[in-house]
């Protein structure tokens, strides 16, 4: 079975300044890993994908992810966030041929001026 | 347009009442998937589709809960006797041929449902 924790429901930062949102997954075979974002009274849309490949992946809007097999984890980062950045950020994994994408509770980014 | 709509995008109705949830993937889109989204959880998978046909629909909650699909097309998801705790985001999304197993969905911008 396949399951996603986002450690941290919200998380508020100041413009400019770095972010991390975390994510862990639990799956005992290779796994596709996906971070969605969704402004505010938007649909989710796709933010960046790990299928395979270099760990570091980029993805829209400046942001980044590490999948780190060893720590089960696929972190999202930002160096310098934007107002405009301010959304929910939900971490979703596939595993073991499975078409269906189990998603995590969200993290709620607040970017304040 | 040429994104995934859902219709109605607020619905109110009354415990014991049946609702239906309307669902357009984009055109061409051979997958689509309902998700349910309570206040403060994460996205729970209901059901998925293949063309008309439903591989997998272990997450309908129970019985009252059944959604079918016309061809390549709309879906409909049918929640019957409503229950206070049926309240939720209802969200769809399509993807199209071979983009199902690398995770791009598509997603319409989901039906809230409240039963009072």
């Known amino acids: 079975a396949q399951s996603v924790t986002q450690l941290d429901s919200q998380v508020p930062v100041f413009e400019e300044a770095p972010v991390e949102l975390r994510c862990n997954y639990s799956?005992?075979?290779?796994?596709?890993l996906f971070w969605y974002v969704q402004y505010p009274n938007q649909g989710l849309q796709l933010l960046l994908k790990?299928?395979?490949?270099?760990?570091l992946v980029k993805g829209i809007n400046g942001f980044e992810a590490e999948f780190n097999k060893s720590q089960t984890s696929f972190h999202l980062r930002k160096p310098s966030v934007h107002i405009s950045d301010t959304a929910e950020y939900f971490c979703?994994?596939?595993?073991?041929?499975?078409?269906?994408?189990?998603f995590g509770r969200g993290t709620s980014l607040i970017v304040h001026p | 347009g040429a994104g995934v709509s859902q219709s109605p995008s607020n619905k109110v109705t009354e415990k014991g009442k049946d609702v239906e949830l309307r669902c357009d993937p984009i055109?061409?889109?051979?997958?689509l998937y309902w998700y349910r989204q309570r206040l403060g959880q994460g996205l729970e998978f209901l059901i998925y589709?293949?063309?008309?046909?439903?591989?997998?629909k272990s997450g309908l909650p129970s019985d009252r809960f059944s959604a079918e699909r016309t061809g390549e097309s709309v879906s409909t998801l049918t929640i019957q006797r409503t229950q206070q705790e049926d309240s939720a985001v209802y969200l769809c999304?399509?993807?199209?041929?071979?983009?199902?197993?690398?995770?791009?969905?598509?997603f319409g911008e989901g039906s809230r449902l409240t039963v009072l």
């Open positions: 979703a994994v596939i595993s073991g041929g499975s078409y269906i994408p189990t």
């Open positions: 799956s005992s075979v290779s796994v596709y």
């Open positions: 589709f293949q063309g008309n046909s439903a591989p997998d």
């Open positions: 999304a399509s993807s199209g041929p071979g983009q199902g197993l690398t995770g791009e969905l598509f």
């Open positions: 055109s061409g889109h051979t997958a």
């Open positions: 790990y299928l395979s490949g270099s760990t």
